[in-house]
């Protein structure tokens, strides 16, 4: 199941990506071009980066390739050193849930409005992304704490003192 989801999200965001790409062409072809500039595009370009922010976190976090400074803390006793990686990842957490919340609140703030230039789309849309990304990235980081509480040596590319352990 978690193998299909992610391969879902990875599909939504590649395509978001293209459509991205087309929209933002579209947007200089109007601009430089033709002379007369498309307001939404501009919305539109806006609103799929932040999809596209949104479901990636998911992903990289799905890969564990989020960026991490292990250097000192690889030099650390291994309690400690996990520790610190449960921090870091509570924290990570704890950064989503209030992202989470947030959102719920501002989808209820603004159902009311709606873009300028695609007048069909509440302002809400922007903040979607979010009630789908988070939980995910959630899900990923509270796996990745089990993973590291179950491995004696979590992150590390060798055994911590070479061979002799």
């Known amino acids: 199941m978690k193998k299909y989801l ?15 790409v087309a929209v933002v062409f579209w947007q200089v072809i109007c601009r430089f071009v033709l002379e007369i500039p498309s307001a939404w595009s501009e919305e539109l370009a806006r609103l799929l980066v932040v999809w596209i922010t949104y479901l990636g976190i998911a ?12 250097f000192i803390i690889q ?10 990686l449960f921090l870091s990842s509570l ?7 209030c992202l ?4 719920i609140k501002q989808i209820q703030t603004n159902s009311a409005y709606y873009l300028s230039s695609l007048p069909f789309l509440s302002r809400t849309v922007f903040y979607y992304p979010i009630l789908v ?17 179950k491995q004696p040596y979590p992150l590390f590319e060798e055994v911590p003192g070479g061979e002799d352990q």
């Open 59 to 70: 992903e990289v976090e799905a890969k564990r390739d989020g960026i991490r400074t292990l």
């Open 75 to 84: 030099k650390l006793p291994i309690p400690i050193y996990k520790a610190l």
């Open 6 to 20: 992610f391969k879902l999200n990875n599909a939504i965001t590649v395509f978001m990506f293209i459509v991205l």
């Open 133 to 149: 990304g988070s939980p995910l990235a959630i899900w990923m980081i509270a796996e990745e704490i089990v993973d590291n509480l």
């Open 91 to 97: 924290t990570a957490i704890i950064l989503h849930v």
């Open 100 to 103: 989470f919340i947030g959102a």
